[in-house]
Nanobody
């Protein structure tokens, strides 16, 4: 069974850093496009970072210069390094990826990981 599993969320003080990880498991040959989304209470889900299959990266304006998305295809892992966190970054963070498997390519979501930033 193919799935994405996030880890690395938690509580951090404002100004601190966290790194989220996203692991693809199952019969996966390759992780193609990778994105990280977040959803704060009462707000719509927003995309904060995206890396396409060619490696081109885009960030939401709110996280530019503070967040870094990366991917390790050999390990089938994706990452989101977050620095200089502030209270507005508090949300559930989701990994989303196009995964190439034995049955072709499909899009998957992780279950989410909570990030809480306190003053």
């Amino acid at each position: 069974q193919v799935q994405l599993v996030e880890s690395g969320g938690g509580w951090v003080q404002a100004g601190g850093s966290l790194t989220l990880s996203c692991e693809a498991s199952g019969e996966i040959f390759r992780m193609n496009a990778l994105a990280w989304y977040r959803q704060a209470p009462g707000k719509p889900r927003e995309r904060v970072a995206h890396m396409n299959s060619g490696g081109t990266i885009t960030y939401a304006d709110s996280v530019k210069g503070r967040f870094t998305i990366s991917r390790d295809n050999a390990k089938k892992m994706g990452y989101l390094q977050m620095t200089n966190l502030n209270e507005e970054d508090t949300a559930v963070y989701y990994c989303n990826a196009n995964l190439q498997g034995s049955r072709g390519m499909d899009n998957y979501w992780g279950q989410g990981t909570q990030v809480t930033v306190s003053a």
